[in-house]
């Protein structure tokens, strides 16, 4: 889902054209709420992409041992306890396992069926043999209840805004906006349907399963290994 950021409106501004503030002052409480309750305690957790810590930080101050790994410097710099790691999900391969591995903000709907394949090779490497893989995805609903338009909330004294510009075959383009004292920041986004099945083959490419009962009405999905040997590429790529 690359993204493009308003330049000079806000701070920093990632490779892939996050807004680095955005990210800041939006709340991650009912994700962390959501998430808390899937793990069990003193878990270790790999927060792939955790950008600024919106939900490491708050599941560090929980009792959780946190590993937040994300590309941008600006953002990991925002991530208070825990251990941070600067590097490309795709490509990272840590000697150590985990009890849990995050994968939030939806990127498994980002463009490109060999992009998730390869976050989806980056969790199976880190899971423990008993782990489970939390991944937040735009269900089939989702996009169903997305037509092109403007819906808005507030947060607190900001305000949020959903822009859809467009919604056929399967991809949603549009931009989200905050206003806050008096600032506006807008970047764009790109999100594509994943089917249930397209999921499930490729899960079961890098010797997963899903977990989750009814996967097309859930935001967050569960996954876990399934006891066989991983395919040769992905501990090699």
Same mark, same amino acid.
């Given at each position: 889902?690359?993204?493009?950021?308003? /330049?000079? %409106?806000? =701070?920093?501004?990632?490779?892939?054209g996050?807004?680095? *503030?955005?990210?800041?002052?939006?709340? =991650?409480?009912?994700?962390?709420?959501?998430?808390?309750?899937?793990?069990?305690?003193?878990?270790?957790?790999?927060?792939?992409?955790?950008?600024?810590?919106?939900?490491?930080?708050?599941? %560090?101050e929980l009792? $959780?041992?946190?590993?937040?790994?994300?590309?941008s410097?600006?953002?990991?710099?925002?991530?208070?306890?825990?251990?941070?790691?600067?590097?490309?999900?795709?490509?990272?391969?840590?000697? *150590?396992?985990?009890?849990?591995?995050?994968?939030?903000?939806?990127?498994?709907?980002?463009p490109?069926?060999?992009?998730?394949?390869?976050?989806?090779a980056?969790?199976?490497?880190?899971?423990?043999?008993?782990?489970?893989?939390?991944?937040?995805?735009? /269900?089939?609903?989702?996009?169903?209840?997305?037509?092109?338009?403007?819906?808005?909330?507030?947060d607190?004294?900001?305000?949020?805004?959903?822009?859809?510009?467009?919604?056929? $075959? =399967?991809?949603v383009?549009? *931009?989200?906006?905050?206003?806050?004292?008096g600032?506006?920041?807008?970047?764009?986004?790109?999100? $594509?349907?994943?089917?249930?099945?397209?999921l499930?083959?490729?899960?079961?490419?890098?010797?997963?399963?899903?977990?989750?009962?009814?996967?097309d009405s859930?935001?967050?999905?569960?996954?876990? /290994?399934?006891?066989?040997?991983?395919?040769?590429?992905?501990?090699?790529?």
């Amino acid at each position: 889902m690359p993204s493009s950021g308003e /330049p000079g %409106s806000g =701070g920093p501004i990632t490779s892939d054209g996050s807004v680095v *503030e955005i990210y800041r002052r939006v709340s =991650g409480d009912a994700e962390v709420q959501t998430i808390a309750a899937m793990l069990d305690p003193a878990s270790s957790v790999l927060d792939l992409g955790s950008g600024v810590g919106r939900i490491a930080n708050p599941l %560090s101050e929980l009792g $959780h041992q946190l590993t937040a790994v994300d590309d941008s410097a600006d953002m990991l710099a925002h991530v208070r306890p825990g251990r941070t790691v600067q590097a490309r999900i795709e490509d990272l391969r840590l000697a *150590e396992k985990f009890d849990a591995v995050l994968l939030a903000s939806s990127l498994i709907n980002y463009p490109g069926v060999e992009f998730r394949r390869r976050l989806l090779a980056t969790i199976a490497h880190h899971l423990k043999p008993d782990g489970k893989a939390i991944i937040q995805w735009r /269900p089939l609903e989702w996009f169903a209840q997305r037509p092109p338009g403007s819906y808005q909330r507030s947060d607190g004294p900001m305000l949020q805004t959903m822009t859809i510009l467009s919604n056929q $075959h =399967g991809t949603v383009v549009g *931009e989200f906006t905050l206003d806050y004292d008096g600032k506006s920041l807008t970047q764009s986004f790109e999100a $594509h349907h994943v089917t249930t099945d397209e999921l499930k083959a490729l899960l079961d490419e890098v010797g997963m399963r899903l977990d989750t009962a009814d996967p097309d009405s859930s935001e967050w999905l569960v996954a876990t /290994p399934r006891r066989r040997t991983m395919p040769a590429w992905m501990s090699n790529s």
